[in-house]
């Protein structure tokens, strides 16, 4: 069984930083890993992805602000986010896509989110 648990989310003021980090168990090769996020009353958001050969792409609103980047011997996945901003404030989820062992299917995993709030 698959897992993916978010950490390191909380309550922030304008102009600071957090690292989220995003732990995959089980038995799965990864192909890419991404961050998307959902504000109060907004739709799901992409934020960030990075592939098994270390390619990132990042959504307009978070170039130069925020960093992915993976641990490969861990499957961990972190989002550096730097200089926060009010509207950054959303819950940061992470996906994992990738094949399980024993299956011929690739599928995309969730975690359950961690919540970053961003004080003005």
């Known amino acids: 069984q698959v897992q993916l648990v978010e950490s390191g989310g909380g309550l922030v003021q304008a102009g600071g930083s957090l690292r989220l980090s995003c732990a995959a168990s089980?038995?799965?090769?990864?192909?890419?890993m991404h961050w998307y996020r959902q504000a109060p009353g907004k739709q799901r958001e992409f934020v960030a992805r990075i592939t098994s050969g270390g390619s990132t792409n990042y959504a307009d609103s978070v170039k130069g602000r925020f960093t992915i980047s993976r641990d490969g011997a861990k499957s961990t996945v972190y989002l550096q986010i730097n200089s926060l901003k009010p509207e950054d404030t959303a819950v940061y989820y992470c996906?994992?896509?990738?094949?399980?062992?024993?299956?011929?299917?690739?599928?995309?995993?969730w975690g359950r989110g961690t919540q970053v709030t961003v004080s003005s």
């Open positions: 996906s994992a896509l990738g094949v399980v062992t024993g299956s011929a299917f690739t599928r995309e995993y």
């Open positions: 089980g038995s799965i090769s990864i192909n890419v």
